[in-house]
């Protein structure tokens, strides 16, 4: 005769199946709803990584995060410039002040989407998503402006490599299950 409690025969009749695993239930908390195809749960139990109770930041997640520290650097730099340049002499004597103020705002804004952006990022929140969605359009958008005011200097080549890579992201930022997966706070 047999000694075995009941919860024993409760575990013994789970499977693996039914077992799931801590990314797994951390999603199910987190995304509403949560139905993943077979393709996402592969995509979730291969590639995400899960450190200290969260989806890590992994695989192709770290150039985004490097291209928005980068953007962060470069609008601390151009306000520098624009600074230093709104100070000069032909300057102040030849443009308005509303211009002044539009040459400053620009890279002030851009630093305040890349701060934001970075900072959900990090925290792994769903508006990082629709900010980094924001940042690729607004680049696109410059990249062109940028052509269209100053014909002689950019070329279609120089067109090409602004408008290519913040292309690539603005789809990547639409169809990738890891950064859907990743920023679900």
Known sequence: MS???FEENQ???QTDEQ???PKISYLKRHVQPFNPTDEELEVINESL???NGKIAIGGLLYLPTIGIIASIVMSLFAL???SILISSPLFVEYVSTTMKLVLIS?????LILSTAT???FIKRKKTAITLLKIMQIASIIMAIANHNMAPQTPTITNLLAQLIPSALWLVYTFKSKR???TMVE
């Not at 620009?106 to 851009?110: E, G, S």
């Open 179 to 181: 950064l859907k997966y």
């Open 49 to 51: 990584n899960f450190k």
């Open 80 to 82: 520098y410039q624009m």
């Open 19 to 21: 077992i799931e695993s």
């Open 106 to 110: 620009i890279p002030a804004i851009i």
């Open 3 to 5: 000694t075995t409690s």
């Open 11 to 13: 575990i013994d009749l």
């Open 118 to 120: 970075l900072v959900m």
